[in-house]
Each structure stands twice: as C-alpha cells, then as structure tokens.
C-alpha cells in the first residue's frame, strides 16, 4: 500500500509539473521590452514594403506590462530617428501625445513606462513608412511567495547593480556619440550651375537633415537670401535671379545652423555657425543652347535670303 500511495504522489507531481511548463504565454513577464531601428530604415522603405518582413523598428510589434519599461534606441549608423506615438496615413502623420522621443541620434535612447492596458502604435516622424506597435497589458498574476526570499533578494540586488552598470555604459557610449556629432566637419560643394531663367544652384552636403541659411551677392548686392533652411537629403537646389559670369561671378554664403529635424533646435547637433563659400559661373543649359541654335540658324537663312533678291 504505500509503494501505490509514493507512485501515485510522483504521478501527481509529474502531471502538476507538466502542466506548470505548458502554461499560456499570458502569464509570462513583459516587464521591460526593448525596441531599436533598422539600419539603413531611413534612406530605403525596403523594410516596410519587404513581404514577411520584420518591419523598420524591431520588433514590429511589442509586449510589455503595465507599469513595465520601454526602452527605445536609435541603433541605425545612418540616420537619425523618432518614436512618436500615434499614426500615420501615408505622409500625414497624427501624434496623439502618449510619448515622443523627440529626434534620436544613433546611440540615443528614450524610456517610456505605460501606464494603462491597450495597443500603443507609433511611428518616425522623418521617415513616416516606419512604423511600430506596442502592446500593453496588465501584469502577470503574482506567484506564490517564495521560501527563499533572501536569495531573490540578493539576486535583484545583483541584477541592478548589472544593470546600473550597462546603464552607465551605455551613457559614455551616447556621450561619446554626441560629442562625435559635435566634431562633425561639414563638406558643403557646387556640383553644378546652369542658367535656367536665371542661375540655378546645386549644393551637395555630406550629412543629412542640415539646417542652414543661404545668402548670394553678386557686385556686393544681395540677390539671393533665404533663412533656416533644411535639406532632409545630400542635395538642394535653389534658384537665384541673377546671371554670373567670369567677369561678374555670383558669390554664395551657406552657414550651418545644426543637424537634426526642423523646428526642433534644442536637439540639433554638429557644426554651428560653419560658414562655406564659394563663387558661381554658370554654364549654358541645354534650353540655353537651344535658343542659340535656332538664333543662328535664323540669322543664317535671313543671309542667305538677301542674296537671292534681285536688284532693279
């Protein structure tokens, strides 16, 4: 009798033990969940568009835990990124306020703790075919206490004290992120001008997102200023209403005002107050050329025309 009653108490326990493991996802723990950038994301929709794809942010789609903490990081070397929550239909975004990184340079990172149960989605505000959704939802149900409340003690004691050292880590890290944007050197070139109405300009940058103002003097005349400006790609174009030539060149100012989203100042970086100049001769564009072919060849039948008339 009691060999039966010890083999039905290891069937019981084998049977509670099984059904213990097999227990649903519901009850796992989402009490920080982590959310980082594609790389490239911001120069290619290729993330958003690929078919079964992981999406622009990884991941896609999140779970976390009231009360639990969010931790979202720009990893993307490329390109700068926000978290903003809300949606996005095409290029008309719709913030709803919940949360927002602001602009997040690669390396920086935003903590967000929700506070209620429900769907959060979000998106980049630069680069709107990004887009994320976080789920939040209430907390697993408590366990049992535990008889050896001194070891988790002292485990959560070890956990944070790892923790509080990635955290500084990973501070130098941004520190040290920052303080490269702030010694970036801004390359600021003319790849062509042609006379298009007037002289049309292409500048040619070596960074993203530059914020800056653009003045052009010609004979000591201001004919060209325009203020905080930004160029979301590597080229801008601008049109200027005057012609230069060899003897009468058009001098161009550009002043670097900071690299980030526009309108948000505080969180620019990289040069500032960066002043590159150069002087513009254009050359004739193929309108141009045209216009002076058909004058040539205008003048040359009207010539030609003269002779043949007879004289009395």
Known sequence: MKTKAISSIFVL????????????????DHAEVAI???????????????????GCYVPVTATVDVG???????????????FTSGTVDGF????????????LMSGDAFEWVPE???????????HTWMIGTIIVQEAAAEEHADDHAAEEAAAAEEAAAAEEAAAAEEAEHAAMEHA?????????????????????????????????????????EVVFEEKGLHSMELIATHQIDALGSDENPIDVEVVSLGIGAPGDEDSWTGPVGQVTTAKVVPEFGT??????????????????????????
């Not at 008309?92 to 602009?103: E, H, I, K």
């Open 13 to 28: 326990f084998a049977i509670a033990a099984g059904m213990a493991s097999m227990a649903p996802d519901a009850f796992a």
């Open 36 to 54: 980082v950038t594609v790389d490239e994301s911001g120069f290619s929709q290729t993330c958003a568009e690929a078919q079964g794809g992981s």
């Open 68 to 82: 639990g903490v969010v931790t979202m990081t720009n990893t993307d070397p490329t390109g700068v990124h926000t």
């Open 92 to 103: 008309a975004p719709s913030p709803d306020g919940v949360f927002d990184t602001g602009v």
């Open 116 to 126: 209620a149960a429900g769907e959060q989605p979000y998106y980049c505000m630069l």
């Open 180 to 220: 490269e944007a702030e010694d970036v050197e801004l390359m600021v070139m003319i790849s062509d001008a042609q006379v298009m109405g007037g002289t049309q300009i292409e500048l040619e940058f070596n960074v993203l997102h530059l914020n800056y103002d653009l003045t052009a003097t010609q004979n000591g």
């Open 287 to 312: 309108i141009a050329m045209m216009v002076l072919a058909v004058a040539i060849i205008s003048i040359v039948a009207v010539t030609a025309k003269s002779r043949v008339v007879p004289r009395f």
